[in-house]
């Protein structure tokens, strides 16, 4: 956190009277928070916190105090800084390799998904600060789309998947994984897919039957069981003339 305690460099403040905060400007709530800053932060983030554990659960007003109040806003700092620190030590670089930011698992859990920086420094426009396709390690995604579902949330910002893919070809360490790494063309899912040949049909063949009872069994069980291969055999052949008779073009 010690880049709190350097001055900002001029450059800084001289872009930053350049950016454009009409739209921030007009919205009365962000004007509302920034009015009444010196009342509401009090009162939210400490005396609020400390006040329910001690007049609901009957806890000590020093408990509630130091745990409720003050460990949860220094635990909040410091989560957040990490973002600046360990995001930009620890992690791989999938996107663009020529910069600091990483993309960190542990700091998005800490964050609500503020640790897959290095997507968030390549694609600064994108809301979703994250290529990922669930909530899991981002949190954060969920509430602004769930907000977009209502209406509170709208022109949101995102990235086409065909630029990232570009992109992390282009300039990433090569760590990125499309999908979950493997192909589903051409796989069998299941007894009787349409896709299976003769030759793999032929292979399917099913349990030899139990000619012994065991001593656990009973008769009739033993019986269902030879009864089930019996029908299992039948099903094979069945299922190869089928597949040989679509082969040859017979129509049914």
Known sequence: MGWLLVRKHPDVKLRGRTVDMSDLDKDWVVMFQMKYYLILMPVCCFLIPALI???????TWSNSWYVSAMLRYTLSLHFTWLVNSAAHIWGVKPYDKNISPTENPSVSVLTFGEGWH?????????????????YSLNLT??????????????????????????????????????????????QLYGWNDKDMTIEETGRISPLPP???????????QTGDQLQYAANQATSVQQTGVHANRRENGVRY
């Not at 554990?53 to 806890?59: D, L």
Request: charged share 25%.
């Open 118 to 134: 290095n997507y968030h420094h390549t694609f600064p426009w994108d809301y979703k600060a994250a290529e990922l396709g669930n």
């Open 141 to 186: 995604t969920g509430v602004i789309d769930m907000f977009a579902r209502i209406g509170w949330a709208y022109d949101l910002k995102t990235t086409d998947p065909e630029l990232i893919r570009k992109r992390s070809t282009r300039t990433g360490d090569g760590t990125r994984q499309e999908g979950h790494g493997h192909s589903h063309e051409n």
């Open 210 to 220: 139990q000619t012994q009872a065991s001593p656990c069994r009973t008769e009739s």
């Open 53 to 59: 554990p001690w007049y609901f659960f009957n806890e």
